[in-house]
């Protein structure tokens, strides 16, 4: 268990490296930040200078160098436009983003797993053909489209609720349900399809021959059975949960990571790309790993021992 | 099972449709379309859905919103078409190359896929794009660099349980040629994973393409597109509601015709693959 912890985290660190790795690079491929936060009417001697200062002149061997060296003591530089420690910054917002993309999940899952369920026992129902067909629809609509029409309806014409910010839980309604939405329809499609799978197998059919009650064969024989795959993918698409949580902030004017970072790539401020593409690699490999750790529970047979 | 394979393939078929109006509407853009869709005139700027000769309502600067959403699926499915195939020839070859001779290189490779994988497509694609600058082929490339390690990923494992096949070990037997082996046995057995996987990521791409754009990145105004039309749209809501809902209505329409499709053709090709 210990070996296996250790080359886990080992290998988290280098996902983190290398994604910070590449992003440094393409960004210094993109251009030139300097020249964005200097007055119009400057003088070429003072933007070399400020360059100077902040060593972009020296070659991209000794930035980069220089940047895995600061970057490892958690240091990514002072934000080109907010002159503040930029990993601080990325930090203070992460609080609004976790507690957004937990209500979401949270959200989700108590759609998508009684939708799934609902549908794959009463499989041909009405309940199923609803479930499924708004699972479908879920998918397809895309999330930020969404928000506009949900802020046109609740805030413009109904006045419900407000159209951005964070506050009390008011303000919470909305992006949860934009950023649950996509997330909700695969989980209850792939629910369905791992409830009907589990369905068939001979442990189900002997517990019904038993005489078990139907929410005793479902709940603990069925759905337990039924949670690897649905794990699997939970865990697979909180990456795609922390990406939308990118649009669902810049729509709702959300304070946390996801529009701070499309701020800061609208503004070239390389020290905030790169705290924030840590904290987003560091906190989706640590959730696959929660996840991989998850499956020895549900799933004797994955435990340690058995894999690499 | 015969009832639930009928459902399954009617869906299918709402999703053909619903693709080929999309298709049809991009290709008769020019003459169906009522107005040029970049020409504005202001004395008609903001009119509402059902006014004559502007049955979507203009915008602003008082450009048809019909015109432009149908000039909008030209766009979509340009840039659609143009990631997927780059994409799935990329991500296919290389896939294939690693599962089939192995080897280092293919560890590396797929090393990188991991990484790559570890990080949520759209953010990568936005900073990809935010980086190599704005415009249709800055778009297409970045959701390309993005989007190619999940066809590298299942075709590469797709390649490794075909070359355990006996066909495939029977002509290494005989002394076919390695490179005859992977194009004549291996590839037309994998070449159904690339399929269904372009389908499922097609809608992918256009989604994310409309979502990039719509944050200010991507393909810039006055492009008719379905993203950077429902960006111009957010500082008009409360007086405007059209604006946002055509194109977004559109942009859905589409997404949902593709999974369609994409899940249909999943049902029939190979029920087994998860992607």
Redesign the interface.
């Known amino acids: 268990m210990r070996a296996y912890l250790i080359s886990r985290l080992g290998q988290t660190a280098?996902?983190v490296f290398?994604?910070l790795t590449a992003?440094f690079f393409?960004?210094r491929?993109?251009g030139d930040p300097v020249l964005l936060f200097l007055p119009m009417d400057i003088q070429a001697k003072d933007v070399n200078e400020f360059r100077q200062r902040l060593g972009f002149n020296d070659p991209l061997a000794v930035q980069y160098g220089r940047f895995v060296a600061n970057a490892a003591r958690g240091d990514f530089g002072e934000s080109l436009r907010y002159r503040r420690d930029a990993l601080g910054l990325v930090l203070e917002r992460l609080p609004a983003t976790l507690s957004l993309a937990a209500w979401a999940l949270l959200l989700a899952f108590s759609l998508a797993i009684p939708i799934g369920v609902i549908s794959a026992t009463k499989r041909?129902s009405i309940a199923d053909y609803l479930g499924m067909g708004g699972a479908?629809?879920g998918?397809?609509?895309?999330?930020?489209?969404l928000g506009?029409?949900l802020?046109?309806l609740f805030s413009?014409r109904l006045g419900w609720l407000p159209t951005g910010g964070i506050g009390g839980p008011l303000h919470y309604i909305m992006p949860c349900v934009v950023l649950a939405a996509f997330y909700a329809a695969r989980m209850a499609r792939l629910t369905r399809s791992s409830v009907l799978d589990t369905l068939n197998e001979e442990y189900v059919l002997a517990a019904r021959a038993k005489g078990l009650a139907e929410w005793v064969v479902i709940g603990k024989h069925t759905l337990k059975n039924a949670a690897i795959p649905i794990v699997t993918l939970a865990g697979l698409e909180t990456?795609?949960l922390?990406?939308?949580a990118?649009?669902t902030e810049?729509?709702f004017a959300w304070p946390g990571l996801g529009r701070l970072?499309?701020q800061a790539?609208?503004n070239r401020d390389f020290p905030v790309?790169l705290a924030a593409?840590f904290l987003?690699?560091l906190t989706?490999?640590l959730i696959?790993f929660g996840v991989d750790l998850l499956y020895g529970w549900l799933d004797p047979r994955t435990r340690v021992a058995g894999r690499a | 099972m015969t009832a639930q394979r009928l459902r399954r393939h009617g869906l299918g078929g709402l999703g053909l449709g619903l693709v080929a109006l999309v298709v049809l509407a991009a290709l008769a853009a020019p003459l169906i379309a009522p107005h040029d869709p970049a020409r504005g005139d202001f004395a008609a700027g903001l009119k509402p859905p059902g006014t004559p000769g502007h049955p979507l309502g203009t915008d602003l600067l008082g450009r048809d919103v019909l015109s432009r959403v149908l000039y909008g699926a030209r766009i979509a499915l340009f840039i659609g078409l143009c990631t997927v195939l780059v994409t799935a020839v990329v991500g296919g070859v290389l896939g294939l190359v690693a599962g089939f001779f192995g080897g280092w290189p293919g560890t590396v490779l797929m090393r990188i896929v991991d990484v790559q994988l570890s990080f949520p497509f759209i953010l990568l694609a936005l900073t990809i794009n935010a980086i190599v600058g704005l415009g249709l082929r800055n778009i297409i490339l970045s959701l390309s660099a993005a989007g190619w390690v999940v066809y590298a990923r299942v075709v590469r494992g797709e390649v490794l349980s075909v070359k355990q096949r006996d066909y495939v070990q029977a002509a290494a037997a005989l002394g076919t040629r390695r490179a005859r082996i992977l194009f004549r046995h291996v590839l037309p057995n994998v070449a159904p994973s690339i399929i269904i996987v372009a389908s499922l990521q097609f809608s992918q791409f256009i989604v994310a393409e409309a979502a990039i754009s719509f944050l200010g990145f991507g393909v810039q105004p006055p492009t008719p597109a379905w993203g950077s039309m429902l960006s111009e749209s957010r500082d008009y809501l409360y007086v405007a509601w059209w604006l946002a809902a055509f194109p977004g209505a559109a942009l859905a329409l589409t997404a949902l015709g593709i999974n369609l499709v994409g899940d249909w053709l999943r049902d029939v090709l190979d029920p087994k693959l998860r992607v």
């Open positions: 280098l996902v290398l994604s992003v393409l960004m491929l993109g041909g479908v629809l998918q397809a609509v895309p999330g930020f489209w506009l029409m802020i046109y413009v990456g795609q922390l990406g939308g990118v649009i810049t729509i970072t499309v790539l609208a790309v593409v987003f690699s989706y490999t696959n």
